[in-house]
């Protein structure tokens, strides 16, 4: 069984601050990990995403994120935050990358 | 990337009444597809697996004969809210994974109003 643990449900960081949300998961076999956004009334876009190899992944818009076995996280990050960047974050986590199970998401604020 | 459309974005309906909503893969095949749901300012709970030329599988705690599912092509999966009410409303999403792949590719949506 996978579970996914997203600490905070808010954020909110000023504009070209230093983004960071948070993602510890839970899994029972070696998981494949994602991150996605979402706009409001919109469908899920893809941010990044681990399944094996390097653990720091890099994905669009400045995103990556870093894969950490040992502390099961997956937290995403960024280095200068833009107002474009407010949106709810969504971590996952899947065994194959087919039936996925979210986290709570958190509500990413920028502020100018 | 894999693009995935669905109809109505959005449809208001009496209760009572059956809404049928499209989720489809535009420029790849997809022998599954999954059915999520999503209440306000909560995050997805998967709802079911819609395979193609076979039965959906449902996720425990939800009514199979309430939310029916057919994947009639490897390009189309419809889900029907039957008998709709209120605490229907919700916004549902679907996904695919474009084969050989995996990663998911997500719908828009469709928001369900349930009068």
């Known amino acids: 069984a996978q579970s996914v643990t997203q600490l905070g449900s808010h954020v909110s960081v000023s504009e070209g601050a230093l983004v960071l949300l948070r993602c510890n998961y839970s899994?029972?076999?070696?998981?494949?990990l994602f991150w996605y956004v979402q706009y409001p009334n919109q469908g899920l876009q893809l941010l990044l995403k681990?399944?094996?190899?390097?653990?720091l992944v890099k994905g669009i818009n400045g995103f990556e994120a870093e894969f950490k076995k040992s502390e099961t996280s997956f937290h995403l990050t960024k280095p200068s935050a833009h107002m474009s960047d407010a949106a709810e974050y969504f971590c996952a986590v899947s065994p194959s990358g087919s039936r996925l199970t979210f986290g709570e998401g958190t509500q990413l604020t920028v502020n100018p | 990337g894999a693009v995935v459309s669905q109809h109505p974005s959005r449809v208001i309906c009496k209760s009572g009444t059956s809404v049928k909503i499209e989720c489809r893969s535009l420029?790849?095949?997809?022998?599954?597809m999954f059915w999520y749901r999503q209440f306000p300012k909560q995050s997805l709970m998967l709802m079911a697996t819609?395979?193609?030329?076979?039965?959906?599988?449902?996720e425990q705690g939800v009514e199979k004969d309430k939310f029916l599912i057919n994947h009639a092509s490897l390009t189309l999966s419809t889900l029907t809210v039957t008998s709709a009410h209120p605490e229907d409303s919700s916004f549902y999403i679907c996904?695919?994974?474009?084969?050989?792949?995996?990663?998911?590719?997500f719908g828009p949506g469709t928001r369900l109003t349930v009068l």
């Open positions: 681990y399944t094996t190899g390097a653990t």
């Open positions: 819609s395979n193609e030329g076979s039965k959906a599988t449902y």
């Open positions: 996904s695919a994974p474009s084969d050989g792949t995996d990663t998911q590719y």
């Open positions: 899994s029972s076999v070696p998981p494949y």
């Open positions: 420029d790849f095949q997809a022998t599954t």
